[in-house]
């Protein structure tokens, strides 16, 4: 499930074929990483103050894109490291090496090689959704069922956030929408267990010969000790094959603290950016910086 940028792709969407064709939410940050390149081309040899000059704009370009700090420095460090050893080995068109070091790092940081979904031996493969609250777990829920549903599967989601106001009521509507079935027992709104809901969710998908079972949990608006006790919860006991961390592209920075805390928490499989049709300035992608490896790779989507 898990999808690099450098072969990502956005799920089914309703948005406009204008709006999507007209919007780059990289752009500007790809602009000015590119850009950063021009004083290398047509030099037949580098310098390492060729090479820093080169690094300092790709710090700035990140910094201005909101990417975490700590993150800016692991990633310029090693693009720097490896882009003076290049400059030292005179090698053949030593700028063309330092743009495969940036674009190798970049891939690396953003969450490295693609990989298939980790789908179950027998029996249905269960997903599980985390996150806070407002970062678009449910409108996932009915975008992943879709993109399932269109490689045939027989998908099942399970309304496990009983606590967000209709938000039983939206994954019902997002489900009728996408084509699959859901599952919600209980009308939310403060009323029914959440456990008690993922896991009779996953014995309705065994019992009935679903392929996929998605799980919808229940967010906060900030991370908090119920929140997290609540997802761990649900994780021990659907045991899933996947937990996707979904994570709003709008937060920047501060993207690193709370998928830390996630990790650290709940843990996850795989980073699914969200919102990518607004504003974002791509600082939130970033999220698996060196310190933090276990993040796993990203997936984006609107």
């Known amino acids: 499930m898990d999808v690099p940028p450098s072969s990502a792709h956005s799920l089914p969407t309703n948005a406009p074929d204008g709006a999507r064709k007209d ?13 950063s390149f021009n004083q290398l081309r047509g030099k037949g040899r580098l310098t390492e103050a060729d090479v820093n000059a080169t690094v300092t704009e790709i710090r700035r370009a990140l910094l201005e894109a909101d990417v975490a700090l700590p993150v800016v420095r692991a990633f310029t460090s ?32 953003l969450g490295g090689e693609t990989r298939e979904i980790n ?21 996932l829920a009915g975008k992943l069922g879709r993109w399932l549903r269109d490689q045939g599967k027989r998908v099942l989601l399970v309304a496990s956030d009983l606590q ?10 997002v489900a009728e929408r996408a084509g699959v079935h859901v599952w919600a027992p209980e009308p939310g ?19 009935n010969g679903y392929d996929v ?3 919808d949990t229940a967010g906060r608006l900030g991370v ?7 997802a761990i ?34 843990g996850f499989t795989g980073v699914v950016l969200s919102k990518l049709d607004g504003d974002a300035r791509g600082g939130a992608a970033p999220v698996r910086s060196r310190r933090h490896r276990r993040s796993g790779p990203v997936l984006l989507h609107r």
């Open 233 to 266: 919860r649900i994780r021990d006991a659907v045991v899933p094959h996947e937990i996707l961390f979904v994570l709003d592209a709008m937060v920047g920075q501060d993207a690193v603290n709370t998928s830390v805390a996630f990790r650290d928490g709940v």
């Open 119 to 139: 789908w179950a031996d027998r029996g249905p493969t269960i997903i599980m959704l985390a996150g806070l609250q407002g970062a678009g777990k449910t409108t």
């Open 164 to 173: 967000r106001p209709n938000a039983v009521t939206q994954l019902s509507v």
């Open 213 to 215: 079972v998605v799980v």
């Open 224 to 230: 908090d000790a119920e929140m997290m006790d609540q």
């Open 78 to 109: 090693a693009v720097r490291e490896k882009a003076v050893d290049a400059a030292r080995s005179q090698a053949l068109n030593p700028g063309q090496q330092v743009v495969k070091i940036v674009n190798e790092e970049l891939i690396e940081v």
């Open 23 to 35: 919007h780059r939410v990289f752009g500007n940050l790809s602009d000015r990483i590119t850009a």
């Open 189 to 207: 709104n403060g009323v029914g267990d959440p456990v008690a809901v993922a896991r009779s969710g996953v014995e309705q998908a065994r019992a």
